[in-house]
Antibody, heavy 121, light 107 residues
Framework: QVQLQQSGPGLVKPSQTLSLTCAIS??????????WNWIRQSPSRGFEWLGK?????????EYAPSVKSRMTLKPDTSKNQLSLQLDSVTDEDTAVYYC???????????WGQGTLVTVSS | DIQMTQSPSSLSASVGDRITITCRAS??????LNWFQQKPGKAPELLIY???TLQSGVPSRFSGSGSGTEFTLTISSLQLEDFGTYFC?????????FGQGTKVETK
């Protein structure tokens, strides 16, 4: 069955870079029938979609306008994983971050376990 | 962005109760409405997609209905494992937004 295993630090200092990885098993990061998304959840803002990567004969990467200037998603086909980098973090980036598979007509069917990232000095 | 509003924000119920949660969209989303269950400290799990299709493994006591802007999630006979928070989510228009959640607690 498909599983998403997230890894990365839970504490990041303000102005530094948040880095998370999502390792995919049971599916391929370069599948043409899904996209791989990052979504975060915080008590103050609820769920916020951050970005996605998908392969349709070439790679497409899309970002939410709110993070576009400081976020980078990188698919790695050799390791079958997707990485997220978010630069210049502030305390507003404190949240639980999820890697999520999206299939079909916008169905978020498989979620990673979540990573609580706290931005604090 | 499309706003999703759930009601109630919380409810207390007993095992065996029938409960209904409502989700309203700020504009028509046709049938692009999904429901998730989340337990404390865990990732959300997909329950129902496109209004009424149960995800594999989801018990038949869960059901969904609605169209356009108003949708409901019903649990016909609440079980102990059903306590948690439920979220609706629209997948009609990017960004795919979520409701604020309905916390189902034991009475």
């Amino acid at each position: 069955q498909v599983q998403l295993q997230q890894s990365g630090p839970g504490l990041v200092k303000p102005s530094q870079t948040l880095s998370l990885t999502c390792a995919i098993s049971g599916d391929s990061v370069s599948t043409k029938s899904a996209s791989w998304n990052w979504i975060r959840q915080s008590p103050s803002r609820g769920f916020e979609w951050l970005g996605k990567a998908y392969y349709r004969s070439k790679w497409y990467i899309e970002y939410a306008p709110s993070v576009k200037s400081r976020m980078t998603l990188k698919p790695d086909t050799s390791k079958n994983q997707l990485s997220l980098q978010l630069d210049s973090v502030t305390d507003e980036d404190t949240a639980v971050y999820y890697c999520v598979r999206l299939i079909g007509d916008g169905v978020l069917d498989i979620w990673g376990q979540g990573t609580l990232v706290t931005v604090s000095s | 962005d499309i706003q999703m509003t759930q009601s109630p924000s919380s409810l207390s119920a007993s095992v065996g109760d029938r409960i209904t949660i409502t989700c309203r969209a700020s504009q028509s989303i046709s049938n692009h409405l999904n429901w998730f269950q989340q337990k404390p400290g865990k990732a959300p799990e997909l329950l129902i997609y496109t209004v009424s299709t149960l995800q594999s493994g989801v018990p038949s006591r869960f059901s969904g209905s609605g169209s356009g802007t108003e949708f409901t999630l019903t649990i016909s006979s609440l079980q102990l494992e059903d306590f948690g928070t439920y979220f609706c989510q629209q997948s009609h228009t990017a960004p795919h937004t979520f409701g604020q959640g309905t916390k189902v607690e034991t009475k």
